[in-house]
């Protein structure tokens, strides 16, 4: 494993915990459209919320291809700083426009053209994020530790996700809980993200460097596929041929399509069908879930963080034994925390066991680690279809998708994309990779918002090719690991 000094890890985590919490929140200004659609009802039929959905995924996909050389020519602080402020403006608009939409003028408002174009232009500023976080943290991690930055790539997404479905929903609840209509209020789960985004362009500003020489430390050799051209400019058309000529990255992207049908295709039409089909109450732990009994909840927390404080002068085994139980502590009030903290307890976990098998039992080869995650997902995905009228099973069921969708989405895209672009082309290259993941949404979104309308059961059915296909995809790659352009 890469040694750093502790004055070096310590402005490392000053620059990538907030660039992580920017990323959550622009998560908490994308998918806030899935709780938006659920508070208005049928002001946003499913099929309304399909195309408005799958036109912004359209875009953000294509998007890269303009953003990607761009983000590795103007650097990912500039990139992520145009991210969150985009967003954050675009969620204004959006909360502004939902503020003057009720059932009696939704028809003469044109809500799906409207929603479509304002979406759209927030998608487009979103795609700046991802680019962003992998372009500036190729720099900071050496590729041995990329794996555990998966895990990282990983929580922080899943941190998104349970401010975007489970925050969201609880800021909702309390706007209307004095008697408001939720359709009144659904402009607060686009206002609460526009600001916290620009709280975070604010903060960002301050603390977010490119690279370690820039924060007045030493630049070092990562070990990536950019190793070899320290000091040299190499041409964006160059970097962009590299990136679009590699087979090892081409492989990725076509599974990255695949996890992006499948992590999209559960993540936002759970929570419709179980409020749609199984009328499951507002407060139920599989849709906004609750924290009422807030002192268990402390207490619980703290009892994860005195185990997290016992591990910092244990050594061994059992300092690992300390850390891994205070994340499961810390983490089991989010499994009441509604879809968006089942969502965050999956990430995290998918996220950090992919990371680190990739590292420690296949000497950070990616394939091998997302390969079982997909080979679980396939299993999983067909006993879904029984479990469909099952409450329980089918929470089980979406949580293991979940984990390993979400797991496999952190190595590949936040990993594999820093492997094999190199700090180089990190963007062009996570630009691609997400692009795909992004389109594999679109399709999801504009099929199963025609799918769901008619019958739900053919829901899972449509999602199971996916993982199959996700799975020999990567078998192609199985032993593969980035070369040092020296070694070329």
Known sequence: MFEHTKEFRTRRF??????????????????????????????????DFGIIFGIGTVVYAFSFLLNGPLTDKIGGRKGMLI???????MNLLMGQYVS???????????????????YAGNMYFQSYGALSIVKVNAHWFHVNERGG??????????????????????????ATSGGASMVSETKVVFYAPALMLFIMFVVEIFLLKDRPALAGLKDFDTGDASSGEEGVDIPILTIMKRILTNP??????FVEFCTGVLRNGIMHWFPIYVKEVMHLPAHHWLRNGSWADWPVVAVVFAAGIILFILSIKA?????????????????APFLMAGWGGILMVAGVIGGNVAGWVSDIFFDSK??????????????????MFFTMSHVWALGVVVFIVSTCVIGTHGLMSGTATMDFGGRKGAATAVGMIDGFVYLGTGVQSFALGWITTHNWHWWPLFLLPFALIGFY???RIWNKKPLPRGAH
């Open 14 to 47: 000053l620059n990538w915990f907030p660039l992580g919490l920017a990323y959550a929140f622009l998560y908490m200004g994308r998918y806030n459209l899935t709780v938006s659609k659920i508070a208005l009802g049928n002001i946003m039929t499913k099929e």
């Open 83 to 89: 991210a969150v402020l985009g967003a954050s403006v």
């Open 100 to 118: 003057s939409i009720n059932q009696a003028t939704a028809q003469a408002h044109h809500i799906r053209r409207v929603f479509s174009l304002l």
């Open 149 to 174: 930055f998966s895990g990282i790539f990983g929580t922080m997404i899943s941190s998104g996700i349970f401010f975007a479905f489970t925050v969201n929903g609880w800021i909702l609840s309390m």
């Open 248 to 253: 090892i990255i081409l492989t990725i992207a």
């Open 315 to 331: 050594q061994g085994k059992r300092k690992a034994a300390l850390l891994i139980s205070g994340a499961l502590v810390v983490l």
């Open 366 to 383: 990616r394939a091998p680690a997302a390969g079982g995650l997909y080979a679980v997902l396939a299993v999983v995905l067909l006993f």
């Open 473 to 475: 995809l990567l078998t």
